[in-house]
């Protein structure tokens, strides 16, 4: 793909100065044109899930491969949908880490030859940082200090965020994330892949207080989470019950199970609220899509007077335009990374320089 040839809109009408942002961190492959002014002009992203699905869950390698087939014409994409040419591109901005090696090493490479070649700078997101900035993405007066609760498919971390760049981790799980919990669950209930929104459907029509699972964590001090104990819960609850006549149906037990998470992260992240004194909550990440866990949420935030951030469900699961808002916080700073900077599978939120966005 060349830069100089394919942009057909270069020479027409205004186009805003923008960031164009890339995610490729995980099984979904993503661009989104964001303008200087923190317009959202373009998200594009286009899941693997349909790859994935007859193994049970992603295949690493797979993943890459798809990456490297897609990134190009999902970019090309997202930038058509945004009416802008490469010239309106100020900076791009792609996720660094954390994340599958091979599939990083994708989008960090792409990005990097991009803004290379269109002689502009790129800039190393943080994938949770880039979740974090979601809850502006939604809500662009999302006010600080609030507290803000990832949770995904490899995260479940509470963050007091005193403002954009300064996080301070108040706890997280010390084994399974949530999203590993939905999944893993689902998988036992012989849901198919991924499992996390199909257990949320077959919910919908159980009722959370037939089958009580145990809610881990819930009664320890401080703010970490637990969720393997869950999960063997589950095994043992299936194992153990009647095949047949008397068996409970699976709406049931998967409405229980989904209780049992919704019920800790709920807990959990108001008492954090609580106890910080801050008036806002942004709950962020793929799990957030779950429609309990909104409902829930909803609910309590209505009843403590609490100021709730949701985003919608296509900015909570992985996206580029949550990685483009925190790729423009770190270019109003003019905070740019270094061209030898690499995919970081294993990257630590305190790698981001503080109140910016960029890693180096
Ligand atoms: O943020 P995300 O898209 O990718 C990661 O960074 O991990 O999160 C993916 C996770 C998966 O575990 C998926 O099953 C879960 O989010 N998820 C859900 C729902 N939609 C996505 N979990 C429960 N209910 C949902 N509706
Ligand atoms: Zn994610």
């Not at 994340?99 to 990083?104: S, T």
């Not at 819930?218 to 009647?242: C, E, H, I, M």
């Not at 990257?347 to 981001?352: F, K, R």
Request: one cysteine or more; hydrophobic letters at 45%; charged letters at 15%.
């Amino acid at each position: 793909m060349n830069p100089n040839v394919h942009d057909p809109s270069r020479s027409s009408a205004v186009q805003p100065p923008s960031i164009l942002g890339i995610e490729t961190s995980c099984d979904e492959t993503a661009a989104a044109v964001l303008s200087l002014e923190g317009h959202l002009l373009s998200n594009v992203v286009t899941s693997q899930h349909d790859v994935h699905a007859r193994f049970g869950g992603v295949v690493p390698e797979l993943a890459s491969r798809k990456h490297i087939e897609r990134i190009a014409t999902v970019t090309q994409d997202a930038l058509a949908q945004a009416g802008t040419g490469w010239a309106a591109i100020r900076s791009v901005a792609v996720t660094r880490g954390p994340g599958l090696a091979g599939a990083l090493v994708v989008g960090v490479s792409f990005g990097k030859a991009l803004a290379y070649a269109l002689d502009i700078p790129c800039i190393g997101v943080h994938h949770l940082e880039g979740h974090i900035a979601s809850a502006w993405l939604e809500d662009p007066g999302f006010a600080t200090p609030a507290v803000v609760l990832v949770v995904s498919g490899g995260h479940t971390h509470l963050y007091l965020v005193r403002q954009r760049g300064d996080y301070t981790l108040l706890g997280k799980t010390l084994d399974d994330a949530a999203g590993e919990a939905f999944d893993k669950g689902a998988k036992m209930l012989g849901l198919a892949y991924p499992g996390g929104p199909a257990l949320d459907r077959l919910a919908q029509s159980g009722d959370p207080s037939v089958v009580r699972f145990p809610r881990p964590y819930l009664n320890r001090g401080g703010f970490d989470f637990s969720f393997s104990g869950l999960k063997t819960s589950l095994l043992y609850y299936l194992r153990n019950q009647p095949q047949h006549e008397g068996a409970v149906a699976p709406a049931h037990i998967a409405a229980g199970y989904q209780e049992a998470i919704v019920d800790v992260l709920v807990e959990k992240s108001f008492r954090a609220v609580r106890h910080h004194r801050v008036a806002g909550l942004a709950v962020v990440g793929g799990v957030c899509a779950n429609s309990r866990l909104r409902a829930v949420l909803q609910a309590r935030a209505n009843r403590d007077g609490i100021r709730l951030t949701l985003p919608r469900v296509n900015f909570c699961t992985d996206n580029a335009a949550m990685v483009a808002t925190a790729g423009w916080w770190a270019y109003q700073q003019q905070r740019w990374s270094s061209w030898d900077f690499d995919a970081h599978p294993g990257l630590a939120i305190e790698a981001v320089s503080a109140g910016t966005g960029a890693t180096t």
